[in-house]
């Protein structure tokens, strides 16, 4: 069976929405590498004592990290019925996390939030996925 039978032909948004978020955390990374050299932050220490900027950057990028596994799943299901529903959701979460980062590179953690829309992508691939396990248990 050949998948591009399998898949429609939407799911290419899916697969482009997934190299955006590669996109995403390969700038993040390397905004925490530039960091490291600026502010002297040696591996495999992951914040500074002193540097307060320093942890700000690292959290931007961490705090992605820790959720990205969670988001893959979710919209890797919401994809497979809805693709085309799952990138717009999945391309709002992506662009939420340069937000968050930006916000948090200015020093003042509180202005992370300004990544806080992307909860619409992040809940929505959920919502969808969830919508999805109901209707292969034949609740609707």
């Given at each position: 069976m050949d998948i591009l039978t399998v898949l429609p032909s939407s799911f290419g948004?899916?697969?482009?929405?997934?190299?955006?978020?590669?996109?995403?955390l390969g700038y993040l990374a390397v905004k925490v590498g530039s960091a490291r050299k600026?502010?002297?932050?040696?591996?495999?220490?992951?914040?500074?004592?002193?540097e307060q900027l320093f942890n700000?950057?690292?959290?931007?990028?961490?705090?992605?990290?820790?959720?990205?596994?969670?988001?893959l799943?979710?919209?890797?299901?919401?994809?497979?019925?809805?693709?085309?529903?799952?990138?717009?959701?999945?391309?709002?979460?992506?662009?939420?996390?340069f937000s968050y980062a930006w916000g948090y590179y200015t020093g003042d953690p509180a202005k992370r939030m300004n990544g806080a829309?992307?909860?619409?992508?992040f809940f929505g691939v959920i919502l969808l996925s969830?919508?999805?396990?109901?209707?292969?248990?034949?609740v609707f």
């Open positions: 948004y899916v697969i482009l929405t997934y190299l955006y978020s590669w996109i995403m600026k502010y002297g932050v040696k591996y495999p220490t992951m914040y500074s004592d002193k700000c950057i690292q959290r931007g990028h961490q705090n992605t990290l820790e959720v990205y596994p969670q988001w799943v979710f919209q890797t299901i919401a994809a497979l019925v809805y693709p085309l529903s799952a990138s717009v959701l999945g391309a709002i979460w992506v662009t939420s996390r829309y992307g909860y619409i992508g969830i919508s999805i396990a109901l209707q292969l248990l034949g």
